[in-house]
């Protein structure tokens, strides 16, 4: 079975930055896209970035120029500076990956179990 687990979230201030992290483990056959999505009190779970294999990268508008998403194909590791920070960032991160099982399966969705990320003075 696959886990995705994340790490580095906490309190910052304004302004601040934080570095989120995520490590895929168990058993699976190859990873597809990853990236980062958050859920705010109240409100729908929502794209951060996400990142292909190979390097490409797509960015919600409110966290372009702000975050910054990279990853290690050989580690299976994709992780989220977060820089400039406001108190609207504040938010459960999710990691997220597409991957396949085994090479007879399908593509599926999996999920961190989320980090909690708070912004505020």
């Known amino acids: 079975q696959m886990q995705l687990v994340e790490s580095g979230g906490g309190l910052v201030q304004p302004g601040g930055s934080l570095r989120l992290s995520c490590a895929a483990s168990?058993?699976?056959?190859?990873?597809?896209?990853m990236g980062w999505y958050r859920q705010a009190p109240g409100k729908e779970r929502e794209l951060v970035a996400t990142?292909?294999?190979?390097?490409?990268?797509n960015y919600a508008d409110s966290t372009k120029g702000r975050f910054t998403i990279s990853r290690d194909n050989a580690k299976n590791t994709v992780d989220l500076q977060m820089n400039s920070l406001k108190p609207e960032d504040t938010a459960v991160y999710f990691c997220?990956?597409?991957?396949?099982?085994?090479?007879?399966?399908?593509?599926?969705?999996?999920w961190g179990q989320g980090t909690q990320v708070i912004v505020s003075s």
């Open positions: 997220y990956a597409r991957t396949l099982k085994s090479r007879i399966s399908l593509w599926s969705d999996d």
């Open positions: 168990g058993s699976f056959f190859s990873i597809g896209i």
């Open positions: 990142i292909t294999s190979g390097v490409t990268t």
